[in-house]
């Protein structure tokens, strides 16, 4: 296939366009790539805690503590990348794929920025900011040895996470998928061997673990920069006539600002919610971890589905099709709830069978089990959430969303959260429904948003 420039351009699959054909076909074919890659996203994080977790407490304490700063970071970065793809998704479904090159050159300078701050952060604030959490001068120590690569590494994972973005947002979600795969399963292979020092490699404990995830994500992004400019796949990238455009950086900044700011304010609420459940024991912080990673699985169908609709949303609009954009986010919603109708009535089946796989101890199975029973009735709310909020993301329209999640967090869970847990009987389960009337309320006003369809004239 020839382009204006005459080169020619390799894929590893035909052509499609989202913007024709079955509308639920589209979401099938787009989400379960979107699925599987958020599952080895997580996978990482989890095979580092294990692996570090037979290195003491400290180090256990330094990760987790050094993780959520770097959770935090991600969720900037993935905010920034909403930006790009929207405007991606917009141009590719418009048929200009030009100015969609020209998006993706400006979003390699959005990262290259945003790693210089990261990489500055690294090298002079890891150990105060680790001071300033109150942590004890051992956990400092491993923690800051933690963060310290992972933010110098960041360049890594912001370029890795915009390269992600664009093939997405053009419509190719498979081959991101693949490329995680393969980085993914390099990464557990190599853990153990740089934390421990077997075989050939020196033992680096902690940093080991820092060094495992920068050097696999470094593998990664370089096999996606290789795909995304020889052509193999939907949108091949060159630096042919590139040039700064702070105007297109700035539409995408200013789109991607508020999805950082509803993602980042989510983890910081997760933690004040955190801080309430601590006072009730040992027992209740297990438990709700636990929950934690469960729901981190549960809410995965929604994700991918929310992000599948914004991809559609984004290309419709861009093709002058916004009923098609909205039935593509209705249906998103409908198949996403048979998916938590069906979690949920497995969740309230086999619930102690379910925390027996993380710990068999009765008392924590109890409550572990209970948590899980009331976190139900917020999935089937929740989930809608998702898919609208990622939905109007992918359309470009991202302050409604972060508006409505601001509002579920500070002024419905966690103000809740204290009272019902504080001041009625119910106890630490106070939190757990105050979570679910949060998400009732989420869903509700974000259904309502998305009805209105002020989100089809927005312009990027």
Request: glycine content about 12%; overall charge positive; aromatic content about 10%.
């Amino acid at each position: 296939m020839e382009e204006a420039g005459g080169s020619t351009r390799r894929r590893a699959a035909p052509e499609r366009d989202w913007t024709q054909g079955s509308i639920v076909g589209n979401l099938w074919s787009l989400s379960w790539p979107m699925i599987v890659t958020s599952s080895l996203n997580i996978i990482g994080p989890t095979i580092d805690m294990i692996w570090v977790g037979k290195l003491g407490a400290a180090s256990i304490a330094g990760v987790g503590v050094a993780g959520m700063a770097v959770q935090l970071v991600s969720m900037a970065k993935m905010g920034l990348v909403t930006g790009v793809r929207a405007l991606v998704a917009r141009f590719v479904g418009a048929g200009d794929t030009e100015s969609a090159n020209h998006v993706c050159q400006q979003a390699f300078v959005i990262s290259a920025g945003f790693s210089t701050a990261m990489v500055t952060i690294g090298i002079f604030l890891a150990e105060p900011i680790l001071r300033l959490l109150g942590v004890e001068p051992d956990v400092v120590t491993e923690g800051a040895a933690y963060m310290r690569i992972m933010f110098v590494g960041a360049a890594a994972m912001s370029f890795r996470m915009m390269s992600e973005g664009i093939m997405q947002a053009s419509g190719d979600a498979v081959t991101p998928m693949r490329v995680g795969i393969f980085f993914r399963f390099f990464h557990v292979a190599l853990c153990p061997f740089v934390i421990f020092g077997w075989w050939i490699f020196p033992r680096m404990g902690v940093s080991g673990a820092a060094m495992t995830n920068v050097i696999s994500q470094s593998l990664g992004l370089a096999l996606l920069l290789w795909i995304l400019f020889t052509g193999r796949t939907r949108l091949q990238l060159t630096l042919r006539n590139f040039r700064l455009d702070f105007g297109i950086i700035w539409r995408a900044v200013k789109v991607g600002i508020p999805a950082a700011v509803m993602s980042m304010q989510m983890t910081i609420g997760n933690l004040v919610l955190m801080w309430i459940i601590v006072r009730f024991g040992t027992l209740a912080v297990a438990a709700h971890t636990i929950c934690q990673r469960v729901e981190g699985f549960v809410h995965m169908p929604s994700g991918g589905l929310g992000q599948a609709a914004g991809v559609l949303a984004g290309q419709n609009l861009g093709a002058g099709q916004p009923e098609r954009a909205a039935r593509s986010g209705w249906l998103a919603m409908g198949l996403v709830e048979a998916v938590m109708v069906i979690g949920s009535v497995a969740i309230l089946l086999w619930a102690e069978s379910l925390v027996r796989v993380f710990n068999p101890e009765p008392g924590l199975v109890e409550v572990t089990s209970n948590f899980l029973r009331i976190a139900t009735a917020g999935y089937l709310f929740f989930g809608i959430a998702i898919v609208v909020m990622q939905c109007l993301n992918g359309a470009g329209d991202t302050i409604p969303p972060m508006i409505v999640a601001l509002i579920m967090m500070w002024v419905f869970q966690l103000p809740l959260a204290y009272f019902l847990s504080q001041m009625t009987n119910l106890g630490v389960y106070g939190v757990r429904w105050a979570m679910v009337a949060g998400f009732v309320w989420a869903a509700v006003a974000a259904a309502i948003y998305f009805r209105l369809g002020r989100w089809k004239r927005k312009r990027i």
